[in-house]
């Protein structure tokens, strides 16, 4: 078996955790990057909405990691476009493709714990609009498809996601902003752990379902756990803050970047956490790094 894989959105946080994992493991790694963006060497130029160019890239591939993430305003428009352009690539490649799959899919009353059964009754225009792409790949045809399935990312990289742009943007000033109730159990991935996993889910490839829904576990926490988390890879005592969801909310009137991120306000108020029994049965040799390894390595960073 080869091990030569294709990162789509290499520049993004999956791809570029992705892009690590996959090298640490020894694979032969190359980035698909927009013509002009990146160059150098394991570099293809190429544009990814483009199916008859990324088919061509696509040639020679074992896997492709389908990293692509738009805007969130520009989903409607480019989502289904590149969904059915990866499609196209990977049936004409023979490759399979991984996505990292998120919690929208279950929709504004998500069941506490979330499985590769749970009902996905999506009521919101980002979660219609991640099971149609989901149902695109399952239905496909001659297509190996591995959805792996997470919270929110905790990461060291600055990439502007809840945990660092929000969160802890302000831990050096003893401030913690928490976006929901401290109550509530928050479904979250940390990265590298998670990108580490795609890897091993690639490397038994052969023997998975043509699609398979496998859930990341990761970290399930309340915002006190998260709090006391913090506090402990800081060693500072920190006041907890609320977001101020009625100022973002009006500044979502001008701005649809924002507009979409108050849409999924809901899953900072549902506790929700992800079944990690099906990676667990796949790869009993797993080991997620322990939660205060990881939030050392992301805060003292």
Not at 19 to 38: I, M, Y
Not at 70 to 86: F, G, I, N, R
Not at 95 to 123: D, E, H, K, R, W
Request: glycine residues 6%; charged residues 20%; hydrophobic residues 45%.
């Amino acid at each position: 078996m080869t091990k030569k894989v294709l990162i789509l959105g290499a520049n993004g946080r999956f791809g570029r955790a992705a892009t690590k994992a996959f090298d640490d493991a020894g694979w032969n790694v190359t980035k698909l990057t927009r013509p002009g963006k990146t160059r150098g060497a394991n570099v293809i130029e190429a544009n990814a909405s483009d199916p008859v160019a990324l088919s061509k890239a696509a040639q020679g591939f074992d896997v492709l990691v389908n990293a692509l993430n738009p805007p969130y305003h520009k989903w409607t428009e480019m989502l289904p476009v590149l969904t059915a352009s990866v499609i196209n690539a990977a049936r004409a490649s023979g490759a399979t493709v991984v996505i990292p799959g998120n919690v929208y899919n279950f929709g504004v009353n998500p069941p506490a714990l979330m499985t590769n059964t749970s009902p996905q009754s999506a009521n919101t225009g980002k979660g219609a609009l991640r099971v149609e792409m989901e149902r695109s790949f399952r239905d496909a045809t001659k297509v190996r498809t591995i959805i792996l399935r997470a919270g929110d990312f905790i990461e060291a990289e600055k990439t502007g996601n809840w945990f660092e742009s929000q969160i802890t943007n302000k831990v050096d000033k003893g401030i913690i902003t928490y976006p929901g109730p401290i109550d509530q159990i928050h479904a979250w991935s940390y990265l590298p752990d998670m990108a580490r996993a795609a890897v091993e889910l690639c490397e038994i490839r052969e023997s998975l379902p043509q699609f398979s829904d496998i859930p990341f576990a990761g970290f399930a926490l309340t915002g006190e756990e998260l709090v006391n988390a913090v506090e402990a890879a800081t060693n500072k005592t920190l006041k907890v803050k609320k977001v101020p969801w009625r100022l973002v909310s009006m500044l979502g009137l001008f701005s649809p970047q924002i507009r979409e991120v108050v849409a999924m306000r809901y899953l900072w108020n549902m506790p929700h956490q992800l079944d990690g029994s099906t990676m667990r049965s796949l790869l009993p040799d797993f080991k997620p790094t322990p939660l205060s390894v990881a939030m050392r390595e992301v805060l003292q960073s």
